[in-house]
């Protein structure tokens, strides 16, 4: 029943590592995207996607890959972790671009914890 | 979020009124967008407005746009102890694009 679902919810891992996060929606939005929450709670987007094409890419490192195999699908790779990509991840849904008034639906969050 | 500000803290005693407020930068923001955030969960879409409104109420929530100001404000009337939670404001600044303030965490107390 869950509208967006992030998986895993806490990652611990080791700097140096390469690691997936995977993001489904089952709400049959067009448009999904993927923020970045850090400590202070503040909220930036990374990606966005609309119909498995990338159509925001917020200067975000390149060693983050997101890759949409199909609209309900939005996974974001992460190669070579440092200490600071320790945050939380978020993904979200919307049916159309946000700028028709379109609601993003926010999944639970995946809490990444880099060593 | 550098175009969006908010203070960051707001202590409310059970059944008062809060005002949570932002400001924004970016004059072509089509819609105004209120988000809480409970802890350890993800965002949830509370109200919007848009831009061409200067009021909106849903039940305890009334939202405030004042656009020559750019200031957005949520007033949450007779607030409970589930109100406790982190606020934040967003305004549109493309289709694809939602820029989010950096959140006020709303305390309430008994």
């Known amino acids: 029943d869950t509208a967006v679902s992030q998986t895993p919810k806490y990652l611990v891992t080791q700097m140096g590592n390469d690691k997936s996060i995977k993001c489904e929606q089952n709400?049959?939005?067009?448009?999904m995207y993927w923020y970045k929450q850090d400590s202070k709670k503040f909220l930036k987007i990374m990606f966005s996607y609309n119909n498995k094409e990338l159509i925001i890419n917020e200067t975000v490192p390149n060693r983050f890959s997101p890759k949409s195999p199909d609209k309900a699908h939005l996974n974001l790779h992460i190669n070579s972790l440092e200490l600071g990509d320790s945050a939380v991840y978020f993904c979200?849904?919307?049916?159309?671009?946000?700028?028709?008034?379109?609601?993003?639906?926010f999944g639970p969050g995946t809490r990444l914890l880099v060593l | 979020g550098e175009d969006v500000e908010q203070s960051l803290f707001l202590s409310v005693r059970e059944g008062d009124s809060s005002v949570i407020n932002c400001t924004y930068t970016d004059s072509s923001s089509t819609y105004l967008y209120w988000y809480k955030q409970e802890p350890g969960a993800g965002l949830q879409l509370l109200t919007y407005?848009?831009?061409?409104?200067d009021m909106k109420q849903d039940q305890r929530l009334t939202v405030l746009l004042n656009k020559k100001d750019k200031h957005l404000s949520l007033r949450i009337a007779d607030t409970q102890t589930g109100d406790s939670a982190i606020y934040f404001c967003?305004?549109?600044?493309?289709?694809?694009?939602?820029?989010f303030g950096a959140g006020t965490t709303v305390t309430v107390r008994a």
């Open positions: 967003a305004e549109s600044i493309n289709d694809y694009k939602l820029s």
């Open positions: 709400l049959g939005h067009d448009t």
């Open positions: 407005i848009f831009s061409n409104m």
């Open positions: 979200a849904s919307s049916q159309d671009p946000q700028g028709a008034g379109e609601t993003q639906y």
